[in-house]
T-cell receptor
Framework: RKEVEQDPGPFNVPEGATVAFNCTYSNSASQSFFWYRQDCRKEPKLLMSVYSSGNEDGRFTAQLNRASQYISLLIRDSKLSDSATYLCVVNGDGNQFYFGTGTSLTVIP | GAVVSQHPSRVICKSGTSVKIECRSLDFQATTMFWYRQFPKKSLMLMATSNEGSKATYEQGVEKDKFLINHASLTLSTLTVTSAHPEDSSFYIC???????????FGDGTRLSIL
């Protein structure tokens, strides 16, 4: 079983739509969780860390469900500029990081 | 803050050449640096984990003698692709963390093309 499972999509949504991505992880001892955004042919950029209490940054909301071992990312009022690949990252033991395969999002005018 | 610089951003060279890629943490000391490889439309593939002053830990299937990693200081790690061949062409990205549990900060990647 993979450490991190993520639906690769693609997700094609109209502008203004709300879209959600989920990511499941297998190591119940994982402590740190992150969402990254990667544009084509660019490096991943940290979008937000995911905290147990959930956190929100503008149109983006990240949540953690430890019982079911998944993290989610919700994007409200999608913009064209949100088109990218979204990667979930889970910190394992020590300095091990496990990446999801990435979810491709295209926001359509 | 937490800026990671990677150099060069683009390399095109002949088969058999060795290529060195540098990864620097500009405004913090990185306890650990990571080296990744990414193929088009694929996810990042971890190659090795590098701690300052110690030997890198390579992932299964990654040749140590092919991909030499040196982490001489808390702000610099280098990856040398030795005797590069066309199949080594790829996007190589480094990342660094300040301490365990913190997010990784990525360099802007090196696109390597071997002719």
């Amino acid at each position: 079983r993979k450490e991190v499972e993520q639906d690769p999509g693609p997700f094609n949504v109209p502008e203004g739509a709300t879209v959600a991505f989920n990511c499941t992880y297998s190591n119940s001892a994982s402590q740190s969780f992150f969402w990254y955004r990667q544009d084509c042919r660019k490096e991943p950029k940290l979008l937000m860390s995911v905290y147990s209490s959930g956190n929100e940054d503008g149109r983006f909301t990240a949540q953690l469900n430890r019982a079911s071992q998944y993290i989610s990312l919700l994007i409200r009022d999608s913009k064209l500029s949100d088109s990218a690949t979204y990667l979930c990252v889970v910190n394992g033991d020590g300095n091990q990081f496990y990446f999801g395969t990435g979810t491709s999002l295209t926001v359509i005018p | 803050g937490a800026v990671v610089s990677q150099h060069p951003s683009r390399v095109i060279c002949k088969s058999g050449t060795s290529v060195k890629i540098e990864c620097r943490s500009l405004d913090f000391q990185a306890t650990t640096m990571f080296w990744y490889r990414q193929f088009p439309k694929k996810s990042l593939m971890l190659m090795a984990t590098s701690n300052e002053g110690s030997k890198a830990t390579y992932e299964q299937g990654v040749e140590k003698d092919k991909f030499l990693i040196n982490h001489a200081s808390l702000t610099l790690s280098t990856l040398t692709v030795t005797s590069a061949h066309p199949e080594d062409s790829s996007f190589y990205i480094c990342s660094a963390i300040i301490k365990g549990g913190q997010p990784q900060h990525f360099g802007d990647g090196t696109r390597l093309s071997i002719l």
